[in-house]
């Protein structure tokens, strides 16, 4: 049985002009006003036009597929994305097409939610069963010891750059949902506290705070305290340096580069507070050997490290 791994990813517009379809499919078909599109079209021009999400899902999956090779495991490793080209049902029939019989597949998410991840697995078991694959998929993996270690690495580092570490604030954040996932016992808030619980402990920082960003304006209430009021009762509590370390994501993409370091940090900046940014783990060498060994363990061929 020839085997390949599936690596799932939020998705991008490849260009300005994709952002209306864009939009479009993350609203699973409703109408956006045009006012909101180009609200949007605007926060992907403020970082360059277009989001580094695909090219460095595509550097996560090329690094996935070397590291596994170095381990004596040669298998194809995929990008499928959720709400942009290349879609998983189209990689998970592509795969089909090339023999393969078996897939071990996980979303770069690692906090799992009704609401954001079940969504991936319906899309891969769905072209999965068609084609006859075999397909071996984890929901998440918020407490894995090498996720823990890279994040916490990244907020030490972070800390670093403070002018005064043992004062800096630290906020872990992640992407808001709407508040009714707590009516059904969602574990997303319970895994993001438990992941901002290890890491904090694994940096050997004791204070800290958790918050959401980036909720959208959909009429209905949505999961907080919100980052930008975090920056604000920091400012207000005397904190001069704040570290924001978004556990939640695991690459570079618009999330983080206009959500944080742009309209929060002029947010902070305007209070006078000075926000640094734990690095994105994006395709750095220790968060590679995670991806490896939550791959290895999916296809069966080796321990998790
Ligand atoms: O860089 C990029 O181009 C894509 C960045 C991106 C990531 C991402 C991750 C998550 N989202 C999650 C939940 C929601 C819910 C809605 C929603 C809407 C948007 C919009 C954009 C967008 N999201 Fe996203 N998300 C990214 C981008 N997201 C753009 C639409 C404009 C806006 O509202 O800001 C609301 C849908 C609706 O209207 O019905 C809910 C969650 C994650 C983290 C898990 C994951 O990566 O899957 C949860 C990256």
Redesign the pocket.
């Known amino acids: 049985m020839s085997d390949a791994v599936l690596l799932m990813?939020?998705g991008?517009?490849a260009s300005l002009d994709d952002v209306p379809a864009y939009?479009a499919h993350?609203?699973?078909g409703r109408p956006a006003r045009a006012e909101v599109v180009e609200e949007?079209r605007q926060r992907y021009q403020r970082i360059g036009g277009t989001?580094p999400?695909r090219e460095v899902t595509e550097a996560q999956a090329a690094g996935v597929a070397r590291v596994l090779r170095e381990r004596g495991r040669a298998v194809p490793v995929a990008v499928g994305m959720?709400h942009a080209p290349p879609f998983i049902a189209d990689v998970v029939s592509d795969l089909a097409q090339t023999g393969v019989r078996k897939i071990g597949t996980f979303?770069?998410?690692p906090h799992y939610?009704k609401?954001?991840?079940a969504s991936y697995f319906s899309a891969a078991a769905e072209a999965a069963g068609a084609h006859g694959l075999a397909l071996r998929a984890r929901e998440s993996w918020h407490d894995h010891p090498g996720l823990i270690a890279a994040l916490a690495a990244r907020v030490t580092a972070a800390l670093r750059q403070a002018a005064d570490p043992d004062a800096a604030a630290i906020v872990f954040t992640a992407?808001s949902?709407?508040e009714r996932i707590l009516s059904w016992h969602d574990p997303y808030p319970d895994q993001l506290l438990h992941t901002s619980t290890l890491v904090a402990s694994a940096a050997g920082v004791s204070r800290w705070r958790f918050a959401y960003q980036?909720a959208?304006h959909?009429g209905e209430p949505w999961l907080g305290p919100d980052l930008l009021d975090a920056l604000r009762d920091l400012a207000a509590g005397g904190a001069r340096e704040v570290v924001v370390s978004p556990v939640?994501?695991v690459a570079d993409?618009?999330?983080v580069l206009f959500d944080i370091d742009v309209e929060a940090r002029e947010v902070a900046d305007s209070l006078g507070l000075r926000l640094i940014r734990a690095a994105s783990l994006n395709a750095a060498p220790d968060f590679l050997a995670v991806l490896a060994a939550l791959a290895a363990e999916l296809l069966d061929t080796e321990p998790m490290s």
């Open positions: 990813a939020y991008t517009p939009f993350i609203r699973g949007l989001s999400l959720k979303a770069l998410a939610s609401i954001s991840i992407h949902l709407p980036s959208s959909t939640g994501f993409h618009l999330e």
